[in-house]
C-alpha cells in the first residue's frame, strides 16, 4: 500500500466552543499561534475553564480500525460545569493530530466523519459531521510524511449531551487509494467506448476500478407491481476523478426485470439528461448528482404486461462520458429494486372478494409506504415516501398530512419513522426527506422539498394510473382477487393546500416553523417534542465571542437568524386546531419547549384553555405510539371528518396579528401576503380587525411598506385610517406605500427596477433556495498558486452544498457566458411546469480584482449595491476596511433574474476567512453582508468588523 495512516493520536483540550460557533473561528489556541504551531508534550498546559485546574493539557489516544475515540477527558466535572449552564456546557472543542506517510506518489481518496472540518498539511478540507459517508475528498500527494490535523467539536445535537460519564465525541477515517494510479496514461483512455463489463484486458479491469469510484448512490423510484415506475426522474451521483473537466454526454438505461422463475424482458432505454450536456460538467474532483428522466412509453402492450409483472427489476445506468480529447464510458450495475405489491395486506383482516369494481370510490386493502422521485424547486431530483390510504377516492378537496421526521432520521431506510403514523382511510401521508436525513431544521430549502414533494405525488399518481387504467387492464392480487380500474374513473391525492403538517423532534420543531410561516396552507398541526428554537434548544449563551464583540453588532447578526425564531410568529397560526405532545421525561428536547408554545399560543388567543398539552407521562422523547395513539388518532378523524367546514384561520379570526422579520421566508397569513419592508429585518406586522356586519377589514401597520390581499372577502379595506372601498380581489391586490407616507393601490409593475421585494431579500442563508444549481464563478486568470486556491475553495463549497443539502452546483470561470443562464432559465421552465422561483443564484470568488465578472457585476447598469473593492480596501457605504486579511461576503442583485453572492478578501487569507462564513448549515448568524479579519481565528464573531443590510434600493446599513 502507498500509504500509511498513523494508529497514535495527538490530543490537545477539552476547550469551551458555543452552538454553531467553529465556523466563525473562536479557537482559543489561536492566541499562542495555532494548533499547527504547537508541538506535542507532555508539559505544556493551556488555559480552559472547562478544567478544575483553568488548564488542560496533551494526551494520546489510539486508533482502531480508524476509529478515533471515543475522547475522554476523565478530570473535566461536567456535571458541575452544567449546574448554570446546562448542557450547552458539553459543547466542547479539542484538536487531534496523526500523520499520513506516502510511500510514492499517490491519488487518494479521503473523508473524515463525525467532525466538520480537517488540514492536510494545512489545507483545509469539509468534513462529514453528521457521518453520510456520501463524499470523499481526492487528493494527489507526493512522498513524504504529511500531518493530519483534526478540530473536533462536541456538538451536543450531533453526539447528545448528558451522559453520566461525560460528552464523547470520536471521528472515523475512510481512505483509501485511487486504484487508477495511472489513470491519466492515453492507454487508459483511448479514443474509443469501453464499458465496464468488457473483460480479458487491461483497460477494461481498470475501468471497472475506476467505474466504481466514480458512479454510486443512483436514485431510482419504486417499482409498483401491475403499475410501473413511481416516477419517471432518478439521478446518478458521479465524482470526477480524472485531472481535466469532465461532461456527461448521455445516460442509458438498461432495465431487466426479473419473474419469480426467470428474467422476462430486458428493456435498454437512452435517459433525458435534465441539465443539456454543456451544463452537466464537472471539474477535477468534484462530485454532482445528475439528473435525469425516462420511460417505458414505446414497448409492445405484450412487453410492458410482462415488465409490469415483474417481482424485481434490475437497473443498469450506463454513462458517456467526454473529456476535450477523449470519450468513454462507465457504467453502474449494483441497483436492484423489488417490486411493491400495491395491494399487499398489512393486517390480517383483508377482504375476500371476487371482484370489485371500480367506480367513484375504489375499496383496497391497506397497502405498503413506496418511494417516489420528483423535481424539487432546484430543478434537482429528489425523493420522498408516500402512505397510500385504505380507500382511493376522487374527494380533491380532502386533506394530506405531511410527515416530517426528525434529526438524523433517514426516510429511506428509517421503516419506524414510516410506521409511526397509521394509514388513514382516505387521506394520504407523505414523508418528505427534507433532502437529507438531517437537512435545514424544515427551513429555507427543506420546507421547499417538502411542499414541492407534495406536488410531486400528485403528478407521480397521475403518471401510474395513466399507465395502469389504459386498456382497462387489471390487477391479480395474491389469492387472484381482481380490482378492476377504469379508465373513466380517478382518483386524488387531495388538495396540497389543505395539509395537516405532523412531526416529531426536529420534525416537530418544523412543523411550528411551517405553522407559523404558512398557516394558510394547513387545516391542523399535530407537534411532538418540537424545539422552539435552535438557540433555545442548545443555548447560544456559551459562545467564546460574548467576551469580545460589541452587543450592538451581536444584535445585528442575530436578526439574520431571528425569521426562524417559531415563538416569535407564533401570533401567526392562531386559529389553527392544533395537538402539541410530549414525554413528561423527555431529556432530548425537554417538555418545557412544547409548554411555552402552549402558553403563547393562549395568550395570543385570550383564552388559557384554547389549547393543552398533551404531556404523556412516565414517556421519554421518542416511543412507538407518539404519533399512533388514541389521542392522536382521535384528534386526526375529528379534522378530516370536519375538513370540508374548516376554513383558513383567515377567515374565521375576527381579530389577528401577522408578525415577521422576513417576508422571504413568510408565506399566504391571515389571506395576506406581505411583500416588502420600511426597515428590512426589523420585526413588523399587521394587525387586523374584521367586521363582518359591514364586510369591511381594519389594518394597523408597523413596518410594512406592501402588501398583497389573496384571500379574502371584504371589499372595504382600511389601512392606517385610510379607506379603500369596492376592492376586487379576484387576482390579489397589491397595496405599497409611496414616499409621502401614503397607501396606494399598486396597478404598475412592482417592484420597479433596482428595488428589492421579498424575492430578493436575503439573508446569506437564501443562497440554498436558488431555483438553480448554484454557479461558483473563480477567475480564470492568475498566478498557478492563487488559481489552485480559487479551485480549493469553490470545490469546498460545491462539496458542502452536496452534503449538507443534497443540491448541486456548477464550478466555471469568469469568461462563461452569461447567455447560459438565459439558457437554463428557459429550459428549466419547460421542464419544471413553470414551478420555480423568480431568482437564482451565482456565487463568486475573488481577490482584489482578480475576478473580472465581479467588476462586471458591481458595474451592471441598475445595481446600485453600496459596496466597492479594490486590492487596497473594502468600501462598505462610508466606511474603509484595508486591514491585511480582511475579507467580504456580501449579497448582490445581478444580471437578468441572478442574486449574487459576492466572497472577496483583500489577500488569500481574507477570503478564505471570508469563504468559511458562507452558512452550510442552519444557525449561522450571517446577514446581507459581513466584512471579517484574522482575528475571528480567535475570537469568533468578537473579530468581525463590520456587519448588515441592505436597504430597499440597496443602501448598505448596519454595524
Not at 410531486?456 to 403518471?463: I, Q, S
Not at 379508465?487 to 412531526?503: A, P
Not at 437568524?561 to 417559531?566: I, L, P, R, S, T
Request: charged share 20%; proline share 4%; with cysteine.
Amino acid at each position: 500500500m502507498s500509504f500509511q495512516l498513523s494508529s497514535v493520536w495527538q490530543v490537545l483540550g477539552p476547550f469551551p466552543i458555543g452552538m454553531r460557533e467553529q465556523d466563525f473561528g473562536a479557537d482559543p489556541l489561536e492566541a499562542y499561534g495555532g494548533f499547527s504551531q504547537l508541538k506535542y508534550s507532555k508539559t505544556s498546559q493551556f488555559p480552559s475553564e472547562l478544567s478544575p485546574k483553568g488548564q488542560v493539557g496533551w494526551t494520546k489516544v489510539k486508533s482502531i480500525d480508524n476509529v478515533v475515540g471515543p475522547l475522554l477527558f476523565p478530570d473535566i466535572r461536567w456535571e458541575q460545569n452544567g449546574i448554570p449552564f446546562g448542557w450547552s456546557i458539553e459543547q466542547y472543542q479539542a484538536w487531534a493530530r496523526g500523520n499520513l506517510k506516502i510511500s510514492k506518489k499517490s491519488h487518494i481518496l479521503i473523508q473524515l466523519h463525525g467532525v466538520t472540518s480537517f488540514y492536510i498539511n494545512q489545507q483545509k478540507y469539509s468534513g462529514d459531521l453528521y457521518g453520510y459517508k456520501s463524499t470523499l475528498h481526492w487528493v494527489e500527494l507526493e512522498t513524504g510524511t504529511y500531518s493530519l490535523e483534526v478540530r473536533l467539536v462536541h456538538d451536543v445535537r450531533v453526539f447528545g449531551g448528558g451522559n453520566k460519564n461525560g460528552p464523547q465525541c470520536q471521528f472515523s477515517i475512510s481512505i483509501y487509494p485511487l486504484d487508477c494510479g495511472t489513470m491519466v496514461d492515453d492507454a487508459l483512455f483511448p479514443r474509443q467506448q469501453y464499458h465496464r463489463f468488457h473483460s480479458n484486458t487491461s483497460t477494461a479491469n481498470t475501468t471497472t476500478l475506476l467505474g466504481r469510484d466514480m458512479i454510486k448512490q443512483v436514485l431510482m423510484p419504486s417499482f409498483i407491481q401491475y403499475q410501473g415506475f413511481a416516477g419517471h426522474f432518478g439521478s446518478v451521483s458521479i465524482h470526477n476523478l480524472i485531472p481535466e473537466t469532465l461532461h456527461v454526454v448521455s445516460i442509458r438505461l438498461v432495465f431487466q426485470a426479473y419473474h419469480h422463475i426467470s428474467d422476462v424482458i430486458t428493456v435498454l432505454r437512452p435517459a433525458i439528461l435534465l441539465q443539456r450536456s454543456n451544463h452537466t460538467t464537472m471539474v477535477k474532483g468534484q462530485q454532482r448528482r445528475i439528473g435525469f428522466s425516462f420511460d417505458l412509453k414505446n414497448n409492445t402492450v405484450h412487453d410492458e404486461t410482462l415488465f409490469l409483472q415483474a417481482n424485481k427489476v434490475h437497473v443498469k445506468v450506463i454513462v458517456t462520458f467526454a473529456t476535450s480529447t477523449n470519450t468513454f464510458t462507465l457504467v453502474d450495475d449494483s441497483t436492484t429494486i423489488n417490486s411493491i405489491d400495491w395491494n399487499q395486506m398489512n393486517t390480517n383482516n383483508r377482504n375476500k372478494a371476487s371482484s370489485v369494481e371500480a367506480t367513484t370510490t375504489t375499496t383496497l386493502p391497506t397497502s405498503s409506504v413506496f418511494l417516489y422521485t420528483f423535481l424539487d424547486f432546484d430543478g434537482s431530483v429528489q425523493y420522498a415516501k408516500a402512505k397510500r390510504p385504505k380507500v382511493l377516492d376522487a374527494n380533491e378537496n380532502k386533506p394530506i398530512i405531511l410527515a416530517l421526521h426528525g434529526a438524523g432520521v433517514d426516510v429511506e431506510h428509517d421503516t419506524f419513522w414510516t410506521d409511526s403514523i397509521d394509514a388513514q382511510d382516505s387521506v394520504w401521508i407523505v414523508f418528505p426527506t427534507g433532502r437529507t436525513s438531517w437537512g435545514m431544521d424544515w427551513h429555507g430549502p427543506s420546507m421547499k422539498n417538502a411542499f414541492y414533494s407534495l406536488e410531486g405525488l400528485a403528478e407521480v399518481m397521475d403518471l401510474l394510473f395513466s399507465r395502469a387504467t389504459d386498456g382497462n387492464r387489471s390487477q391479480p392480487s395474491d389469492d387472484q382477487d381482481w380490482i378492476v380500474v377504469e379508465k373513466s374513473e380517478s382518483f386524488s391525492i387531495g388538495n396540497i393546500n389543505r395539509l395537516i403538517y405532523m412531526g416529531h423532534s426536529n420534525g416537530g420543531q418544523g412543523v411550528w416553523y411551517l405553522a407559523t410561516h404558512h398557516p394558510d396552507r394547513a387545516i391542523a398541526a399535530v407537534a411532538a417534542a418540537g424545539y422552539v428554537k435552535i438557540q433555545d434548544y442548545v443555548s447560544y449563551n456559551n459562545w467564546i465571542s460574548h467576551s469580545h464583540i460589541d452587543p450592538l453588532l451581536f444584535g445585528v447578526l442575530e436578526s439574520a437568524y431571528a425569521e426562524y425564531n417559531n415563538d416569535l410568529h407564533l401570533s401567526n397560526m392562531v386559529g389553527l386546531p392544533v395537538l402539541a405532545k410530549c414525554g413528561s421525561e423527555d431529556d432530548n428536547v425537554p417538555p418545557l419547549h412544547s409548554r411555552k408554545y402552549v402558553r403563547l399560543l393562549n395568550e395570543y388567543s385570550k383564552n388559557p384553555n384554547l389549547i393543552k398539552l398533551s404531556e404523556v407521562e412516565g414517556k421519554g422523547h421518542w416511543w412507538d405510539t407518539v404519533l399512533n395513539d388514541q389521542e392522536t388518532n382521535d384528534f386526526l378523524k375529528k379534522i378530516i371528518q370536519q375538513n370540508d367546514n374548516l376554513q383558513p384561520s383567515s377567515l374565521n379570526q375576527h381579530h389577528f396579528i401577522i408578525t415577521t422579520t422576513n417576508p422571504a421566508s413568510l408565506g399566504v397569513v391571515h389571506g395576506i401576503q406581505i411583500e416588502q419592508l420600511l426597515i428590512p429585518y426589523r420585526k413588523s406586522s399587521l394587525v387586523g380587525d374584521m367586521d363582518t356586519e359591514n364586510n369591511s377589514l381594519n389594518l394597523k401597520s408597523l413596518n410594512v411598506s406592501a402588501f398583497k390581499i389573496c384571500n379574502r372577502k371584504e371589499s372595504t379595506i382600511t389601512i392606517d385610517q385610510m379607506v379603500f372601498h369596492h376592492v376586487n380581489r379576484k387576482e390579489g391586490v397589491l397595496f405599497v406605500l409611496d414616499n409621502n407616507g401614503k397607501w396606494m393601490i399598486e396597478t404598475s409593475k412592482w417592484p420597479k427596477r433596482g428595488e428589492r421585494s421579498r424575492l430578493s431579500y436575503g439573508p446569506i442563508h437564501r443562497v440554498y433556495e436558488s431555483s438553480k444549481p448554484l454557479m461558483i464563478v473563480i477567475p480564470n486568470q492568475s498566478q498557478s498558486s492563487t488559481i489552485d486556491n480559487y479551485r480549493h475553495l469553490a470545490l469546498q463549497i460545491s462539496h458542502d452544498w452536496y452534503l449538507y443539502g443534497g443540491g448541486d452546483s456548477m464550478i466555471v470561470t469568469d469568461d462563461h457566458p452569461l447567455v447560459t443562464f438565459e439558457e437554463i432559465e428557459m429550459e428549466s421552465t419547460e421542464t419544471m411546469n413553470n414551478r420555480i422561483s423568480p431568482f437564482f443564484f451565482r456565487i463568486y470568488l475573488d481577490i482584489g480584482n482578480d475576478n473580472q465578472a465581479v467588476s462586471q457585476l458591481l458595474g451592471l447598469n441598475g445595481n446600485n449595491v453600496d459596496i466597492e473593492i479594490n486590492h487596497s480596501a473594502i468600501q462598505v457605504g462610508s466606511r474603509y476596511f484595508d486591514r491585511p486579511g480582511s475579507g467580504i461576503l456580501f449579497l448582490s442583485p445581478g444580471s437578468l433574474n441572478e442574486m449574487a453572492i459576492v466572497i472577496s478578501g483583500l489577500d488569500l487569507e481574507g477570503l478564505q476567512l471570508a469563504c468559511q462564513l458562507l452558512p452550510r448549515r442552519t444557525g449561522m448568524l450571517i446577514p446581507e453582508w459581513v466584512v471579517t479579519s484574522p482575528l475571528t481565528k480567535e475570537q469568533g464573531v468578537g473579530g468581525i468588523l463590520g456587519a448588515g443590510y441592505f436597504g430597499n434600493n440597496w443602501q448598505a446599513f448596519g454595524y
